[in-house]
């Protein structure tokens, strides 16, 4: 049994890896393509004092601002909220922390937190308060770079197009964006797949993440067909 | 024409043929109505080769920009991850990025991600700022309030330092010259006198300065 389900895990035992105090990083970007299912098991855990990992806060009423509305989030690591109002608030009330990277510093750094990297170099963000509380490095050539340092989170919650059943994925189109990173940067990553295909169903060509980083994978196979919809719903009734 | 697709039309002309550029939020993101059709657009989430608007049957949720807008994109377009998006952007691939700004400086520093009690985070503009070719910055020329948005120095917190090479206005194009800020372009109907009382450092009047066209 427990072979030819593969990886794909019930909500229940999705449910059961949240706990208080994560930190999970979650893929997609502007409320586009989010991992709609696993945020919504999130929630309805009720897990609290968490650190949220992502692009951005999305918008108010739904995805990652739900968590944020419900007070189940202690601190955002992020690159911009401003499309949400609600974090915006929080934030000058002091009620939310939130911590802004440049968006190509944030994902260069949950991506050396799946590769086994504790940091990086880059200009970006010199000059700028970037550089407080960071160690300044100069290189050989006398150019100076803000050190960046890894992060690794407890949980990804991310979402695919395809899958197979050993956790082998892959993408399409602007459903790649942050999932491919944040599915590696954490110590149980699980997967929402759109499509779950049998083995060898996705050309190895076509891999983008190898299964050994991918722990559960989610599948909803009578929702498959409505999914496309389904998301839209979510996005107007979120807008 | 609005002053908004006025700006996006003028800056647009920056682009050369066969450029890969990136377009901020907002006024710049209207440049794309008015280009070359062999300049490429990056989307940061991670594509190159993003086309028009998506409508009915053409509108899938595998195909959005960085700001959650569906398009189609257009043939010879790649996609890949955010990670690869930022390599891209930092390396000096991009020719060129038009953003908007909040404030900017006689030496071209730019702050467009925070104002007093009000943080709403900076996105993609740092890397783009530090790694495009070529920096323009598409605004009005003045806050609603008619305060000057550029400054000798910027009061805000800074996006980056120095990177600024153009600033289009709805009254003016300004350059980000070594010796200063240069008034290149002027709006029909308005003098360099009118331009300086908005602004807080001096401008240099350049010597050919030109009308902006209306068409």
Redesign the interface.
């Given at each position: 049994m427990e072979i030819e389900r593969g990886k794909v895990r019930t909500r229940e035992e999705i449910m059961a890896c949240f706990k208080d105090g994560q930190t999970i990083a979650i893929g997609g970007q502007a409320g586009a393509y989010m991992p709609w299912d696993l945020l919504d098991m999130l929630e309805e855990s009720g897990v609290k004092h968490l650190t949220i990992c992502s692009i951005d806060a999305c918008n108010p009423g739904f995805a990652i601002s739900r968590l944020i509305e419900n007070g189940q989030v202690d601190k955002m690591i992020t690159t911009h909220i401003g499309t949400n109002p609600v974090a915006q608030k929080l934030l000058a009330e002091g009620k939310l922390e939130v911590e802004f990277f440049p968006m190509g510093s944030f994902i260069e750094k949950m991506r050396d937190g799946g590769a086994g990297i504790g940091g990086f170099l880059t200009k970006t963000g010199i000059g700028t308060d970037m550089e407080k509380g960071k160690q300044i490095v100069t290189t050989s050539d006398g150019e100076r770079y803000i050190l960046e340092e890894a992060i690794h989170a407890d949980v990804a919650l991310t979402r695919c197009r395809r899958a197979d059943p050993l956790g082998n994925l892959a993408y399409h189109g602007t459903g790649t964006a942050s999932h491919p990173v944040m599915a590696t940067c954490a110590d149980i990553s699980i997967v929402q797949c759109d499509l779950y295909c049998d083995l060898n169903e996705i050309s190895p060509d076509d891999v983008k993440v190898p299964a050994m980083y991918v722990d559960m994978l989610y599948t909803d196979s009578r929702e498959q067909n409505h999914i496309i919809g389904r998301i839209k719903r979510n996005q107007l009734e979120g807008m | 024409m609005d002053n908004r697709r006025f700006i996006a039309r003028r800056a647009a002309q920056y682009f050369n043929e066969g450029d890969t550029v990136n377009l901020g939020i907002g006024i710049p993101s209207a440049c794309s109505d008015y280009v070359d059709p062999t300049i490429a657009f990056q989307?940061?989430?991670?594509?190159i080769g993003v086309g028009p608007v998506a409508k009915k049957l053409a509108?899938?949720?595998?195909?959005?920009?960085?700001?959650?807008i569906n398009f189609v994109?257009v043939m010879g377009a790649s996609?890949?991850?955010?990670?690869y998006?930022?390599a891209v952007?930092?390396s000096g691939r991009m020719a060129a990025t038009v953003l908007g700004a909040l404030q900017v400086a006689e030496n071209g520093d730019i702050a467009n991600?925070a104002s007093p009690?009000?943080?709403?985070?900076?996105?993609?503009?740092?890397?783009l700022c530090?790694?495009a070719r070529k920096v323009i910055v598409a605004m009005e020329l003045t806050t609603k309030k008619g305060e000057p948005k550029i400054l000798k120095k910027c009061t805000y917190?800074?996006?980056?330092?120095?990177c600024v090479n153009h600033i289009v206005t709805e009254q003016c194009v300004i350059d980000v010259t070594p010796e200063g800020l240069k008034l290149v372009e002027i709006r029909a109907g308005k003098t360099p006198e009118d331009i300086q009382a908005q602004v807080e450092p001096t401008l240099i009047i350049a010597d050919d300065l030109k009308i902006m066209d209306e068409e």
């Open positions: - | 989307t940061e989430n991670g594509m509108i899938c949720d595998t195909y959005q920009n960085a700001g959650g994109p996609a890949f991850d955010t990670a998006s930022f952007i930092r991600w009690g009000r943080a709403f985070g900076m996105g993609g503009a740092m890397d530090n790694g917190p800074l996006t980056a330092q120095g």
